[in-house]
DNA sequence: CTGAAAGCGCTTACAG
DNA sequence: CTGAAAGCGCTTACAG
């Protein structure tokens, strides 16, 4: 009955259940995991600098916005009745990582991984431990992937500005190397041909995801560009926060002088100064998503379509129409 | 040879090794873990909410603080050859959560608890599991904590504002029935009392540890007691940006008019506007101490002291003299 | 010192 | 349908 192979009458059923709680019996996981092969467990990993562990880096203000997919991820693992595990052994020592994950019986991986690690991802898609990616586009007969709608995110933030005016817009996004910030790009360079302005390669800044970087390369842009741009797309949030800072130092006005669009909706967005306008992905979607596509492979054994999580467009008072 | 109870010649012992090694071979961490009762595992908490998960409320900015600390957490851990776990059952539900540690084998447990949790606490000291707190005072046979010096910090923070000459000082802290928050309303007074300073209750706030409720906080004294104060410590750097928030919608200058100190020293300070003035935390000794007190535990069985991470003042812009 | 056996706490395939 | 046995992959106490 307890294995779920026999019928019973549903009261027999409950009583039987009621004496078995009443003396506090639970089955031991360990030898459970044993026998059954699998321990119930999915291992979570943030894929950020070299030779990392599943949390390094979590405190980095970059990765912030990552922080409210892993506590829905959370929630959704636990309402599947998994527990999460987080490897001790760094990545970059990566075939104690995966023999970890196997001698612990994990039964999959989520993985975000922002970063172009594309060795690493190949390296986790060949275990074929089943793995879902966040924001890395990995796909195996046991790996898929969910990602934020990067491009279409950004060509909203372009659309906004260009529906106030803009015109000259600048784009401060991350490493070349990097999803995420090539495919904020393409959106850029789409929502720009689509209106049929022209684009300027000097307005085209990468950087690091990180505030100190963009702060620096605003401060770069602003020493020799100044006045040359109306507005500006930052591929994150905390990225915009760098930039206002070198902008304000500059003693330029926002919106007044120049308009700044973020990107993720941190949930410190309101408290900027000035309330930065933003694009919001949704992380419910992108959270439950990959749990569900990773329970599917994990249950089904099979092959998942990756999926996309859409994007819309938060407006406070960074953006303002160009005045002449 | 491979258990460590025979003595065997060096040359020889690395052959084995490098055979075992060249083979490929990895004993399987389940098996061991049931024989040996013990997963070389360590489950980590952070208690914020009611009925909350592990990871729940990570992504909010009142806990900011401590994702640096999981970090380190997870550094100190993996150098001692442990893996993390994170339950998935509610630890409202904490029959079950307890008997998930001990059902899994983990070793141990690393509570961040700033929350008066005091019932969770008391249950976790009383499962036996080696446990260790962080910002909560916890102390048993098999129990013991760090705690950031919340009331040292805090003096350091009034006896920097008042050696600029500032006399009347607001007090932003937590909830009342916090441990930290307490705490450092007790460093106030403390350094107050030492300067011969009167304390003026009408300037001591309590809000949650959170941007939004400081901010509302704040504009409920600026409200009343505008002008009646100079200087305003926060509860932590996320406070304080709610608290500029509210002074800034006011028109109210920092420093010039207010000077306001924060507490935590995230990597924001620099960027916020203007640069925030703080109190530091020594984030390794905390996270450090968690876990090698916890492995000591863990390893002789005994009862550890606790132990006090000390501050240090971290000046920036959001200081200065009073002006007359 | 070495090697075979017992046992950790379960599940599952199988004989009755 | 029920119950006893085998087995998951190790470690460890024990007989040789």
Not at 174 to 179: A, S
Not at 265 to 276: G, N, S
Not at 309 to 324: C, E, K, M, N
């Amino acid at each position: 009955m307890l294995t779920g192979t026999t019928r019973v009458e549903e009261e027999t059923k409950q009583r039987v259940l009621a004496a078995i709680a009443a003396t506090g019996y639970e089955p031991d996981q360990i030898a459970q995991s044993l026998v059954q092969q699998r321990s119930r467990t999915i291992a979570l990993a943030l894929l950020l600098g070299e030779g990392g562990f599943s949390l390094s880096g979590i405190g980095q203000s970059r990765f912030y916005f990552y922080l409210h997919i892993l506590s829905e991820i959370e929630r959704e693992t636990a309402a599947a009745g998994y527990d999460l595990f987080l490897p001790s052994h760094p990545y970059s020592d990566f075939a104690r990582y995966v023999s970890t994950l196997k001698t612990r019986r994990v039964d999959g991986m989520i993985m975000i991984a922002p970063y172009p690690f594309e060795e690493r991802v190949r390296a986790m898609i060949k275990s074929n431990i089943p793995t879902l990616f966040v924001d890395a586009v990995g796909q195996g007969p046991r790996a898929s992937y969910v990602m934020v709608d990067h491009i279409g995110g950004c060509r909203q933030a372009i659309q906004h500005l260009l529906a106030l005016g803009h015109r000259r817009i600048a784009i401060l996004t991350g490493e070349k190397d990097n999803d995420p910030a090539s495919q904020r790009l393409l959106g850029y360079q789409l929502a720009l041909a689509e209106a049929g302005v022209g684009m300027d390669e000097k307005l085209v800044l990468h950087a690091g995801f990180d505030r100190v970087e963009a702060y620096e390369a605003m401060v770069a842009l602003l020493k020799a560009y100044c006045g040359e741009f109306t507005a500006i797309v930052a591929a994150s949030d905390m990225m915009a926060i760098g930039a206002l800072r070198a902008l304000r130092e500059q003693g330029i006005r926002v919106p007044e002088d120049v308009s700044v669009v973020g990107f993720d909706d941190i949930d410190l967005c309101p408290d900027i100064d000035p309330p930065l306008t933003t694009i919001r992905p949704d992380k419910e979607v992108l959270a439950q998503g990959a749990v569900r596509k990773l329970l599917d492979i994990i249950e089904n054994n099979g092959p998942v379509a990756p999926s996309i999580a859409s994007t819309q467009l938060v407006q406070r008072a960074s953006t303002g129409p160009v005045l002449h």
